[in-house]
């Protein structure tokens, strides 16, 4: 879990609780947040992306990642990993790269003078999370479906 201002760390953690399921919350500062027994806490430089990279480092297949950080989820499904939104929206391939384009025009905007806003996280959000969580664990608990290849040369 990207550590740095999630707003569903207590989801997460019992979600895993009940399922039995490893967590790593990794930022760049302790931060004075508590974590539950059982959780692994990575603290990162300083840095503006060294817990992004740390995070990419680590992740593997069907490892899920939860972060409002685009980038971050653009680079954990380039490694085959699973991403989450705190407001439960499931990135994926279909869909990471329409929202990384719309970062960009909102960063564009911004630097014009525009202001733009993230509405503010709220209970329904907290829910949507909650359901996108579980089935992210259930997609990821799934076992791979056979790959063919076809040796060089056919058969």
């Known amino acids: 879990m990207d550590g740095d201002a999630c707003p569903v760390r207590d989801e997460v953690f019992r979600v895993a609780l009940r399922l039995s399921l490893p967590v790593t919350v990794v930022s760049n500062g302790s931060r004075g947040v508590r974590l539950p027994d ?23 297949p069907n490892d899920i990642c939860v972060t409002a950080d685009i980038p971050l989820a653009a ?38 003078g ?4 993230n509405a503010a996280f709220t209970g329904a959000d907290r829910q949507r999370f909650l ?25």
């Open 38 to 60: 059982g959780v692994r806490r990575v603290i990162v430089e300083e840095g503006a992306d060294a817990a992004d990279d740390w995070i990419v480092e680590a992740i593997g």
């Open 75 to 112: 680079r954990c499904l380039a490694k085959k990993a699973l991403s989450v939104s705190p407001r439960g929206h499931a990135w994926t391939e279909a869909n990471i790269g329409g929202a990384l384009a719309g970062r960009e025009i909102s960063r564009h905007m911004r630097e014009t």
């Open 114 to 117: 525009m202001e733009t806003r």
């Open 131 to 155: 359901v996108a969580l579980d089935a992210a664990v259930a997609a990821a608990s799934r076992p791979a479906p056979p790959t063919f290849r076809i040796p060089p040369g056919g058969f």
